[in-house]
């Protein structure tokens, strides 16, 4: 079953653009990675699935409900963290997940100190006083605290330490393992590549690709490191070659293609040494946004 | 009702502070009259000392000092028409703004709470932060009243000048508020409404110094709810009830409508 389904979704600010023709959709229990670079439009998509903005044309479901018409019903089940927290200056940590769980006909009293604890979170401090990394903790209790059946997560781990990034994503395993559908949002790649089980890469507000994890990683892309035999530099023509840069001592191709092909043509010159390796997901990424 | 309660809750503070000083000032003024009214002749002397366009503009040409109700009339009434215009304001016009302004509308907005829900229960806190308010100094006008001797105020009177001010905050209040659900900095929205009430209330003494400019008092709520007026004809005119009234609900159904359409981004 699809958690969220969206279809063509655009979104325009009078005329500057949010995004364009956006369809992708989310099964139940998966993690879903939402990736592009800032501005891209990750932050239009959620706000507009949360209807905080109205869609210029599409539409999108969640549940299987309407985003617009079934608004408030879809929030009854969703956890949300935006990217940047912000609380009531008045209040202590304490009183804002409080009041935030009453508006859940739940008892989250036990999970609030639980959650809380394990993120070493002072319950008693005003949220004001708190640190950028502080107040995200707070957002990450208040999102999972109802224990929703999809949690959505704007940047969640900007300004958490790596160790509290590591709890942090200890629970949202936790929360998977419960058949919970987690879809966050973020421009580091390497938390992507731990949690997720699909991404979606978005750019200039056109989606480019969904595809699962795996796949990204194993997208035959091979990152070939040639070190030349000294004075005797080459150049390479191959299909499948999708990025070169040489200097005088190496040359190093991004290559997507046949690998015995790539033997085959390498049989006929002569170098010192050869590397071939998996691209790291950066540079996959990188070769994404610069189309 | 969650968010009634909190709104309720985070604007106590302003409510007992505004309530304190406006119903002190009037009971403080209201204690002054028992001495002022043993030298009643003096004191008529020194009203014709006035320029007559002084007291037109404050209507003492209508009412004098000679009862408790006409020296409250020109000198307490203004403290709950216009400071508790001023609070009404103030309450309205920063009430949803805020949650823009300082971007808690993300955090509420994800919350299972419409939009409309949203707007009931600030409108709601508001209404009730001005009857609390209202109440607090008809309370203190009864006791006021009652310290001096000549304390004969009719009750319908005294229900209509009570009465006449909480209707001319709402109106402020609902005008304020739908200029929050329009603009997007809540700063401006404060300065827009305040520069209202204080442009009105100068109509309102415009209109009463000149005939020229007579006119202007159909633009003042101020006229709408001259002391002098409701004293002497014991009424709120009908037409300044309609046209009250009529800001009072245009605003509230246009405030619904406007933040139901609005894109809320922070």
């Known amino acids: 079953m699809n958690i969220i389904d969206i279809q063509n979704l655009t979104k325009y600010y009078n005329k500057s653009r949010g995004i364009i023709d956006v369809s992708f959709s989310i099964k139940e229990g998966e993690i879903f990675g939402f990736i592009g670079p800032n501005g891209a439009g990750k932050s239009t998509t959620i706000r507009t699935l949360l209807n905080f903005i109205y869609p210029t044309s599409g539409s999108a479901t969640i549940f299987g409900k309407d985003i617009v018409k079934a608004s408030k019903e879809i929030r009854e089940e969703i956890g949300y963290l935006p990217s940047e927290v912000n609380y009531y200056d008045d209040m202590k940590v304490k009183d804002l997940l409080i009041y935030s769980s009453k508006y859940y006909k739940k008892d989250c009293s036990k999970r609030l100190v639980d959650l809380s604890e394990r993120l070493d979170l002072d319950l008693n401090k005003k949220i004001e006083d708190l640190s950028f990394g502080n107040r995200k903790k707070v957002g990450i209790v208040q999102a999972l605290l109802h224990e929703p059946k999809l949690i959505i997560l704007d940047e969640p781990t900007s300004g958490l330490d790596p160790l509290m990034q590591n709890v942090f994503f200890d629970m949202l395993l936790e929360e998977k393992e419960k058949g919970t559908t987690i879809f966050f949002s973020s421009h580091v790649l390497s938390e992507v590549q731990k949690l997720c089980d699909r991404v979606a890469i978005i750019k200039e507000g056109k989606l480019i690709k969904v595809e699962t994890m795996e796949n990204l990683s194993k997208s035959h892309f091979k990152n070939v490191t040639i070190t030349f035999e000294k004075g005797k530099p080459f150049e390479i023509e191959l299909d499948g070659i999708i990025q070169k840069s040489s200097d005088k001592k190496s040359l190093k191709l991004l290559y997507k293609g046949n690998s015995r092909a790539l033997i085959e043509k390498l049989n006929e010159l002569s170098f010192k040494d050869l590397l071939i390796e998996e691209p790291s997901l950066e540079e996959i990424f990188m070769h994404y946004y610069e189309k | ?266």
């Open chain 2, 1 to 266: 009702m969650l968010l009634f309660k909190r709104e309720f809750k985070r604007n106590l503070k302003g409510l007992i502070i505004w309530s304190a000083v406006i119903g002190g000032l009037i009971l403080l003024i209201l204690a002054i009259y028992p001495q002022f009214a043993k030298d009643q002749e003096k004191l008529n002397i020194m009203l014709q000392a006035y320029p007559e366009s002084m007291t037109k503009a404050f209507g003492m040409d209508k009412l004098g000092f000679d009862t408790v109700l006409g020296f409250y009339a020109i000198e307490g009434y203004l403290m709950i028409t216009l400071f508790g215009s001023v609070y009404a304001v103030m309450l309205a016009s920063n009430i949803l703004s805020k949650e823009a302004n300082e971007k808690t509308i993300e955090f509420l907005l994800s919350k299972p709470i419409s939009r409309e829900q949203i707007i009931s229960q600030k409108l709601l806190a508001i209404v009730t932060n001005l009857v609390i308010l209202n109440v607090i100094v008809a309370i203190v006008n009864l006791i006021g009243f009652n310290l001096s001797k000549n304390n004969n105020v009719e009750t319908e009177t005294f229900l209509l000048i009570s009465l006449a001010p909480f209707i001319l905050q709402l109106t402020f209040a609902a005008a304020s508020f739908v200029i929050s659900c329009i603009v997007k900095k809540s700063r401006s929205i404060f300065s827009i409404s305040l520069a209202i009430v204080f442009v009105t209330y100068f109509f309102s003494i415009i209109s009463g110094i000149s005939d020229k400019y007579k006119n202007l008092k159909y633009i003042s709520p101020f006229k709408y709810v001259d002391a002098a007026d409701i004293i002497t004809s014991k009424e709120i005119r009908p037409l300044y009830l309609i046209i009250m009234a009529a800001v009072i609900i245009i605003g509230g159904v246009a405030s619904y409508i406007l933040y139901h359409k609005k894109d809320i981004t922070v």
